[in-house]
Nanobody, 121 residues
């Protein structure tokens, strides 16, 4: 069974840091693009960052310089290091996998259940 499990969310003060994890089971992340999306209350889900199959990170403008995406050497887990968190980063964060990648959510075939990140002002 293909499964993605996110963890690492929680409550943090503005300016603080969190690291989210996305662990894959049932398949290998090799040759796939892994992305993080988020959805804040009352807003549409939006792309945050994705890691290409070649290992390069791509970031939405609103997180550039603050967030970093990377994987372990075996590429079984992908991480999203979030620094200098802002109140507006509060959202449910989802990881997703695609053979195509990019920012189009429709291109992502598998999704995790999400992990809540709450940043207090």
């Amino acid at each position: 069974e293909v499964q993605l499990v996110e963890s690492g969310g929680g409550l943090v003060q503005a300016g603080g840091s969190l690291t989210l994890s996305c662990a894959a089971s049932g398949f290998s992340l090799d040759d796939y693009v892994i992305a993080w999306f988020r959805q804040a209350p009352g807003k549409e889900r939006e792309g945050v960052s994705y890691l290409s199959e070649y290992g390069s990170g791509h970031y939405a403008d609103f997180v550039k310089g603050r967030f970093s995406i990377y994987s372990d050497s075996a590429k079984t887990t992908v991480y999203l290091q979030m620094n200098s968190l802002k109140y507006e980063d509060t959202a449910v964060y989802y990881c997703a996998v695609s053979a195509v990648g990019g920012w189009e959510q429709d291109e992502y075939d598998y999704w995790g259940q999400g992990t809540q990140v709450t940043v207090s002002a």
